[in-house]
Nanobody
């Protein structure tokens, strides 16, 4: 079993930055791919970024490419999402998720464990 807890959300103005963290528990966590997803108000959950356990493969959604950076520290059981140049359309609840197959897929239905989410609000 893996438990995921997100933190670091908040309210910022457009152009600002936030760093989200996702702390994981579970003996085999470091062998899992990790993903970040978000759910804007009134919309479906969407892919943001994903990273394999080794960090060798990283994928971003086109909407965040060049602005967001995903990283992980397996020794600290934590995955991060550095978000720069934030836009109002980045407003959403952000979730981290674990993929036990280490596929680092962009499809949320293929992730096995989810955190509770953290709110990010970007004002113009």
């Amino acid at each position: 079993q893996v438990q995921l807890v997100e933190s670091g959300g908040g309210s910022v103005q457009a152009g600002g930055s936030l760093r989200l963290s996702c702390a994981a528990s579970g003996r085999t966590w470091s062998t899992y791919a990790m993903g970040w997803f978000r759910q804007p108000p009134g919309k479906e959950r969407e892919f943001v970024a994903t990273i394999t356990w080794s960090g060798a493969t990283i994928t971003y959604a086109d909407s965040v490419k060049g602005r967001f950076t995903i990283s992980r520290d397996n020794a600290k059981s934590t995955v991060y999402l550095q978000m720069n140049s934030l836009k109002p359309e980045d407003t959403a609840v952000y979730y981290c998720a674990a993929d036990v197959t280490d596929t680092a897929t962009i499809y949320p239905t293929l992730y096995d464990y989810w955190g509770q989410g953290t709110q990010v609000t970007v004002s113009s």
